[in-house]
């Protein structure tokens, strides 16, 4: 069985800011007429109004909405949004590869699953194990050697993984080094309210999305802590 979590966010959770003690009060902004706005949602400020965040947004990017609003045609109306560039948010993921491992070491790891022309294309990404041995480990992919499918880890872990061995694995592969991990940049919307960690963030060097991921200590729940890159945030 797949991992699934114990519960989706909220959308886009706030939960600390990096330069300031508190997370500042939102802010009121016009919103777009005829729209939806759920608490959570990452939106962006275009024409002078507040409208959803897409997978493909990148830049303009306001914040997260406050509250929930539902604007009428033809009204004037108004929402609060978590607007300050340097907050942090929690929010859930999908579309990570879910895989059981054939074989491995203490330091590697092997799976058909991962077959690929490209080595080192896993390079940096982030593994979770979630069943079976090693059960609870998280580590980072420091090669792959696309021969033999196999990941080599940054450091050990406690037994060798096996076929009871489930994993999730953070990253495209569609180019090296295109992975998630902390610190990784470039990471995709995959709508206003939830992270696409199978959409490439690297487009040969250039980055793509407008995340970073600054946390991952909730990636058992399919949650990551992440921040608007700077220069995709209206006020970066």
């Known amino acids: 069985?797949?991992?699934?979590?114990?519960?989706?966010?909220?959308?886009?959770?706030?939960?600390?800011?990096?330069?300031?003690?508190?997370?500042?009060?939102?802010?009121?902004?016009?919103?777009?007429?005829?729209?939806?706005?759920?608490?959570?949602?990452?939106?962006?400020?275009?024409?002078?109004?507040?409208?959803?965040?897409?997978?493909?947004?990148?830049?303009?990017?306001?914040?997260?909405?406050?509250?929930?609003?539902?604007?009428?045609?033809?009204?004037?109306?108004?929402?609060?949004?978590?607007?300050?560039?340097?907050?942090?948010?929690?929010?859930?993921?999908?579309?990570?590869?879910?895989?059981?491992?054939?074989?491995?070491?203490?330091?590697?790891?092997?799976?058909?699953?991962?077959?690929?022309?490209t080595d080192d294309i896993w390079n940096g990404a982030l593994v979770y194990f979630y069943e079976g041995t090693n059960a609870g480990c998280v580590r980072t992919v420091s090669d792959f050697d696309h021969a033999s499918d196999t990941l080599t880890f940054t450091n050990p872990l406690p037994a060798a993984p096996d076929t009871t061995s489930k994993y999730i694995i953070l990253g495209d592969a569609s180019e090296a080094n295109d992975a998630i991990n902390v610190g990784m940049s470039g990471i995709l919307l995959a709508d206003e309210d939830e992270i696409d960690v199978s959409a490439s963030r690297l487009d040969s060097t250039a980055l793509v999305g407008p995340l970073v991921c600054v946390g991952a200590s909730k990636v058992a729940d399919l949650m990551l802590d992440v921040m608007v890159r700077r220069s995709c945030h209206l006020f970066g």
């Open 1 to 117: 069985m797949a991992l699934t979590a114990s519960r989706k966010s909220v959308g886009f959770e706030p939960i600390y800011n990096k330069t300031v003690t508190t997370i500042p009060n939102p802010v009121a902004y016009e919103l777009t007429p005829s729209t939806t706005f759920a608490q959570g949602d990452m939106v962006v400020l275009t024409g002078g109004k507040v409208a959803l965040a897409a997978a493909g947004s990148k830049t303009g990017i306001l914040g997260v909405m406050a509250e929930s609003k539902v604007t009428g045609a033809a009204t004037l109306e108004y929402g609060k949004v978590y607007d300050h560039p340097d907050n942090v948010y929690r929010c859930t993921f999908k579309n990570q590869l879910d895989s059981t491992v054939d074989s491995g070491t203490t330091t590697t790891l092997v799976d058909a699953a991962l077959s690929t022309a």
